[in-house]
């Protein structure tokens, strides 16, 4: 059977207002069109729908029963495509963002907060991840994109965008105060306890890697699940670990800790978004990105 949606959208509107002519002035059509279009309707279904008189039409037995169908399926196409404008013109809709704790103070907050002043409409929703969940929110699409701190190599259909720099510093706490009046070689304050993220982040595997280039092993004391965790453990002088510069410029007690300079350079770190190509953004979650694209 093969009848269109035009002659359900026009049906609709014949036995809400119960009028062709009434009809054929919402539809900015013709009332023979109408006509014609309810005549073939009625054919291909194989039944009356309208009773027609002199004083207008009614509906049949059969006309109520499509219209009780035909009037839910049409308010819901209407509210789908009010919803779809309003999202177009991001007035509604949703981001949903998975991001570490560094990204989150380094960029995001920033962002969002220009974000909501220019479309208060979006809801926001952010998942505290580290690296490797929030790319698992990413690919299993309970996230939009993420931002997160440089990890693994990124490969298709995972697509990266380079937000900002930051770099991470080595600090202690006042028991540790010593330390800050000279370079030091990391080898050296091997001695000492350190603290790090777990090890099942990208940055314990970082400072892994950056500890081998040494000749050494990272092996810590106390490892923490979140980067906003190391300053309260470390100005508690629990250890010594490197913390990122972005934490540190909002962190309000810098007496509470020092830095310890070293001989070692420690390279620069990126936060970064990272999107799956594979799977379209929402116009919310695109103008956030380009407003987060357009900061580095």
Known sequence: MDVTYDYYRIF?????????????AILMNNQPNISRSMNNLEKQLGCTLFIRSNRGITLTP?????YSYVSV???????????????SRLESGAVTISASETALHGILLDALKDFRKDYPGIHIHIFNHHTSQALQSVRNGLADFAVITTGPQIKKPFKEIRLTEYREHLIGGPKYQFLANEKHHLEDLIQYPFVSLSRNTVTYEYYTNFFLAQNLILNPEIEVATS??????????????????ILLNDYPNNNDICEIPLYEDIPARY???????????????TKLKDMLS???
Do not use: M
């Open 62 to 66: 059969e006309g109520k029963r499509l």
């Open 12 to 24: 609709y509107y014949v036995a809400k207002y119960k009028s062709f002519t009434r009809a054929a």
């Open 271 to 285: 936060i970064c978004l990272v999107e799956d190509t594979s799977h379209p953004l929402s116009g919310a979650a």
């Open 73 to 87: 399926a049409y308010k819901q196409l209407q509210s789908a495509e009010l919803e779809l404008s309003n999202s």
């Open 228 to 245: 906003d965790q190391l300053i309260p453990v470390i100005s508690h002088d629990l250890g010594i670990g490197f913390v990122p510069d």
């Open 294 to 296: 357009s900061l580095n």
